[in-house]
């Protein structure tokens, strides 16, 4: 067996324990990240897109941000298709702010980097891990690499493992309460090397269903339809998914999109969920661990980056001023924010997908909010102020 201390031991290399990690270590806290796949893994997974300020600002913190703000493109509006028009939603008019494409596995492949430039240790491919010992004075997460058992002793552990990580399942259920909900739908999404159709993302409301045209620069594009369930990845051939994307458009945008092979195709389920409180004794729970939203407002990654940055800045207090009141309002500030962002993400779901359930009157009433939404300015406000990100 193989002992190390700790300060934080973060389990999960996802952006959550990746950026927690770059925080700490800017402040010269040690840390550990213990991950059960690989680096090549965790780069391959295609995710978000969609960066708020306050997220490339904890980038910025973390003195990663050189790239994000080379490459990542400025968005000032998002144009929102319903009933053959297309409508702009002008973020910075309306706000100020704007927001930055830049993708999910660009700022994972940022900070992992940033991490080997610094020798921090983050432990790939562990095997078995388990957390114990989070409700007295020594934590421990125990895992296994490479045939050897590995005990991380620590004073607190950051569970930043994802939905179906162990930290959370680790706490006894009379300690945790959970909300749910799970939408009857699922997002396949196409990733192609081709020019994105607009300059901004389009957000499409179709009677065939929901459909999104999104980017990761400007040659790379990423594309989603609403799906069923059921759909199996390899039943959808690329010709398939052109054509049904195609058809949730209007003519023109239809007809402007350019097509080519996909290199990566997936389907995501749609789930809301928020698990109370965050944290447990030296436990924390951040991103994924702790809430998911379905992914139309973008705001899953946006939210697991702030849950860190006030989780460091709770730690840093911790270690540098002797004060444990950032960590004791870790939970309560995070969630305050989580379940605006919930809010938010449900809203713009229910708005812009077909429900199954909902008939004809459902979607008038879809209609008759998208024409108020373009129509007021006040409404047209709380979408862009949400979107771009609440403050902190
Ligand atoms: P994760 O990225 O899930 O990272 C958790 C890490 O923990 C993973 O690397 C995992 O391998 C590791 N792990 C799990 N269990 C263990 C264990 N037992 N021990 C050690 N390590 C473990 N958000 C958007 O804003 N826009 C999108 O388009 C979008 N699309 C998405 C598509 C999919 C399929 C999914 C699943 C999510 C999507 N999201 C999207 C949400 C966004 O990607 C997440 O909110 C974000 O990844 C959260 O980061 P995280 O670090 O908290 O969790
Ligand atoms: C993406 O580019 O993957 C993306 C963008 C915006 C969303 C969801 C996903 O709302």
């Known amino acids: 067996m193989a002992h190390r201390r700790t300060k934080v031991a973060i389990v999960g290399a996802g952006p959550a324990g990746l950026l927690l990690g770059a925080l700490l270590a800017r402040h010269n806290i040690d840390a550990v990240i213990v991950e059960q796949r690989s680096a090549e893994y965790v780069l391959s997974r295609i995710r978000a897109g969609v960066l708020e300020q306050t997220t490339v600002d904890l980038l910025r913190e973390a003195g990663v941000v050189d790239r994000c703000l080379q490459e990542g493109l400025t968005h000032d509006g998002i144009e929102l298709s319903f009933d053959g028009g297309l409508h702009r939603i002008d973020f910075r008019a309306?706000?100020?702010?704007?927001?930055?494409?830049?993708?999910?596995?660009?700022?994972?492949?940022?900070?992992?980097q940033s991490r080997a430039r610094g020798n921090l240790t983050t432990?790939?491919?562990?095997?078995?891990?388990?957390?114990?010992?989070?409700?007295?004075?020594?934590?421990?997460?125990?895992?296994?690499?490479?045939g050897v058992v590995q005990e991380l002793t620590c004073d607190f552990i950051a569970g930043c493992d994802g939905y179906h990580g162990i930290c959370r399942a680790s706490v006894p259920p009379e300690a945790i309460s959970?909300?749910?909900?799970?939408?009857?739908?699922?997002?396949?999404?196409?990733?192609?090397?081709?020019?994105?159709?607009?300059?901004?993302?389009?957000?499409?409301?179709?009677?065939?269903?929901?459909?999104?045209?999104?980017?990761?620069?400007?040659?790379?594009?990423?594309?989603?339809?609403?799906?069923?369930?059921?759909?199996?990845?390899?039943?959808?051939?690329?010709?398939?998914?052109?054509?049904?994307?195609?058809?949730?458009?209007?003519?023109?945008?239809?007809?402007?999109?350019?097509?080519?092979?996909?290199?990566?195709?997936?389907i995501a389920p749609l789930r809301s969920f928020v698990a109370e409180p965050m944290r447990f004794g030296r436990l924390f729970l951040a991103g994924d661990a702790a809430h998911i939203v379905p992914p139309t407002g973008a705001k899953g990654l946006n939210l697991a980056a702030t849950d860190v940055g006030y989780l460091a800045q709770g730690l840093v207090e911790y270690y540098h001023e002797g004060s444990a009141a950032g960590l004791d309002q870790y939970s309560a500030r995070c969630l305050s924010r989580v379940w605006k962002a919930e809010r938010f993400s449900w809203w713009f779901t229910s708005l812009m997908h077909r429900f199954p359930?909902?008939?004809?009157?459902?979607?008038?009433?879809?209609?008759?909010?998208?024409a108020y939404l373009v129509g007021s300015r006040s409404a047209s406000s709380a979408l862009a102020e949400n979107y771009v990100g609440l403050p902190l």
């Not at 309306?94 to 992992?112: F, P, R, S």
């Not at 909902?358 to 998208?370: I, K």
């Open 94 to 112: 309306l706000t100020g702010k704007h927001v930055t494409v830049y993708g999910q596995t660009e700022v994972t492949h940022d900070l992992m």
């Open 178 to 266: 959970t909300f749910e909900k799970v939408y009857p739908f699922g997002w396949l999404g196409v990733l192609a090397d081709v020019p994105p159709v607009r300059h901004e993302l389009i957000y499409a409301n179709h009677e065939r269903g929901f459909a999104l045209c999104s980017q990761r620069s400007k040659t790379r594009s990423r594309y989603y339809v609403q799906c069923s369930l059921d759909d199996q990845v390899d039943q959808w051939s690329d010709d398939a998914f052109w054509d049904e994307l195609r058809r949730r458009l209007p003519a023109e945008i239809a007809e402007a999109v350019t097509t080519g092979p996909s290199i990566e195709k997936s």
């Open 357 to 370: 359930e909902a008939g004809a009157f459902g979607s008038r009433l879809q209609q008759a909010e998208l």
């Open 123 to 146: 432990d790939y491919e562990a095997e078995d891990v388990r957390i114990e010992g989070f409700n007295g004075e020594h934590p421990v997460v125990r895992y296994v690499k490479s």
